[in-house]
């Protein structure tokens, strides 16, 4: 029962410098989510798919880059890593949209420090 | 836009107290409600959910109630344990692609 798996779990970078976070899912859910958790603001949605080889900006989208190239999997990028992107990163995945039957499964996370 | 505000914590219980998480929104229309929880280490869970006015969500001893003329989706459970302590997420879904999430709860409960 591997549901939603993340890797790394954990990176430091240094500002300017480039990284992917890896998602995987294998409950084949069309809906894929990449979030991110700040202490104090919950967790606001970086990205988003609806299916593969569609991606959607959710509330706070500048400075990543997505793709979902497969149904399994959805790559966060960060090109120029900055110190404010310094945070906890969720990834979660749902069968339907987060309408009113929508769950949504995540993954454990990957805590990302950018000096 | 739509917002979630919680209590903020921590709250610092006893096992076997009484537990009221707060919480309370601000939405156009009819959202659906729910209650995530994260344990330590862990990603977010679904805990229990209410998709229309007077509905009770319930899940592990934990309720709900939706009620939408106080715009409130308080979660309470009777006598919490130890192994409730986790950081508790109040969320809605106002029939979009997106869940607005509180900023968290963190529950402690001492033995």
Request: charge should be neutral.
């Amino acid at each position: 029962n591997a549901g939603v798996t993340q890797t790394p779990k954990f990176r430091v970078l240094k500002t300017g410098q480039s990284m992917t976070l890896l998602c995987a899912q294998d409950m084949n859910h069309e809906y894929m989510y990449w979030y991110r958790q700040d202490p104090g603001m919950g967790l606001r949605l970086i990205h988003y798919s609806v299916g593969e080889g569609t991606t959607a900006k959710g509330e706070v989208p500048d400075g990543y880059n997505v793709s979902r190239l497969k149904k399994q999997n959805f790559l966060l990028g960060l090109e120029s890593a900055a110190p404010s992107q310094t945070s906890v990163y969720f990834c979660a995945s749902s069968y339907r949209g987060q309408g009113i039957a929508g769950e949504l499964f995540f993954g454990e996370g990957s805590r990302l420090t950018v000096l | 836009g739509d917002s979630v505000t919680q209590m903020e914590g921590p709250v610092t219980l006893s096992e076997e107290a009484f537990l009221t998480i707060n919480c309370t929104y601000t939405a156009t229309g009819y959202p659906s409600l729910f209650w995530y929880v994260q344990y330590p280490g862990e990603g977010l869970q679904l805990l229990l959910k209410a998709t229309k006015a007077d509905d009770k969500g319930s899940n592990k001893g934990f309720e709900a109630t939706y009620r939408k003329e106080t715009t409130s989706f308080h979660l309470e459970k009777g006598s919490v344990q130890v192994s409730d302590s986790a950081v508790y997420f109040c969320a809605l879904n106002n029939a979009g692609n997106m869940l607005t999430f509180g900023g968290g709860t963190r529950l402690m409960v001492k033995p």
